[in-house]
């Protein structure tokens, strides 16, 4: 799913401030959608609120599908939206395989 920026999200919800839609992408994970509509559905309830609001009622709601949803964002089309993010997250996996296998 593209947004008006050309970016790829796996939901999203319009209209927070009045009657808010929510949309999921229908190609994920039974797991992962359910972690990512509870993000929306903070986005909604707040009318639009805090992202890191959004991010901790989506892994409340199922910590396993947002770790995977986390993973599963590691593609270029989302990678370039928070390049020094990835670049950070990439160095401490190195890090963290360096220390147990080095
Ligand atoms: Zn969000």
Redesign the pocket.
Known sequence: MLNRFGQDYF?V?INAETSPEIYIRNDLPKIVQKSVLA??KE?AKNKGGY?WQ??IAGFKASPVGWALSVIMSLRWSRIKMYPILTAAIVMAIGFGLLMRFG
């Open positions: 939901g919800t993000h929306e986005h992202e959004s991010w």
